[in-house]
């Protein structure tokens, strides 16, 4: 008797280990499921496509400053999940540095996945998938405590060349690449007439020697009289020096920059060159 109930206890614990295994089992091939299906679209460095638009109709990061608010831009690497997650970094109000991660579980449909990304203000939450369209978006799809999706919010791969002295990818990077990336007829205040040429990735050249560009793009931390369209050639450099520009279609135009005599406030000076893309 007592040989007989061991042995259907066995049987019994063998039964569930099994059921385990085998949940265990679909559990994982989900998650590969989840993986291959939607993270293979998402690969990249992502920027939020509401600014991109925004500076491409402005010409101009101060003007296009308010579309910059929660995720701004953010990297996919599928190759760094680990177990049930991968972790994302990013930019958080083009501010400060900010990271989330993705759960490799099926969201709300097959083309997203789960987040732990949430507004612990409203109790709303962040699912992430794509947009396979002409150009493929990666998309934060946002919904509310109650499950109801509220919003979509669109970003778009930034692509470009690269050198080992290049801005990494991101919102930078693109901000050249909308703005100044290109070949220009350049005139300076003494007539002299050369080629300048900007690049996507933040290099320089035929400008005084200067070898690299940063366009200012972060406005939260500045005064009001410092919040100005500005870049500096060499910055963080001995030889460095700002410009406050103008674009205006084809044409850009730098302008020396002031600082007044109380050191509160960024004044356009006199117009150094005059940029003509080709």
Known sequence: FIFENMRKLLLIIAGISLIASCKQGENENKKAEAKDAVLPYLQGTWVMTDYI??????????QSSGKL?????MTINKDVAENDSLPVPGSLNNHEGTSFNI???QGANEHQLKTDLADNST????????????DTSAVLIEYNKDHKEVGKHYFSKVTGPQT???????????????????LYNATD???KISTVEFTEDGLVKGVEGHKTYYIFTDFLGEG?????????FDEQTKSQKPYIFQIKKDTVLLYQAKENAER???????????????
């Open 123 to 134: 109790g709303n939450y962040y699912e992430i998938g794509y947009d396979a369209g002409k």
């Open 103 to 105: 759960i490799l579980q």
């Open 53 to 62: 638009n925004e500076l491409k109709s402005t010409g101009s990061p101060l």
């Open 69 to 73: 608010t929660g995720i701004v831009s």
């Open 189 to 191: 205040d003494a007539g």
């Open 164 to 182: 080992d002295d290049s801005e990494p990818y991101g919102l930078q990077y693109m901000a050249n690449k909308i703005l100044l990336a290109g």
């Open 224 to 232: 009001d009289g410092y919040k100005i369209d500005e870049l500096c």
């Open 264 to 278: 509160t406030k960024l004044e356009q000076g006199a117009l150094k060159y005059t940029l003509i893309k080709k």
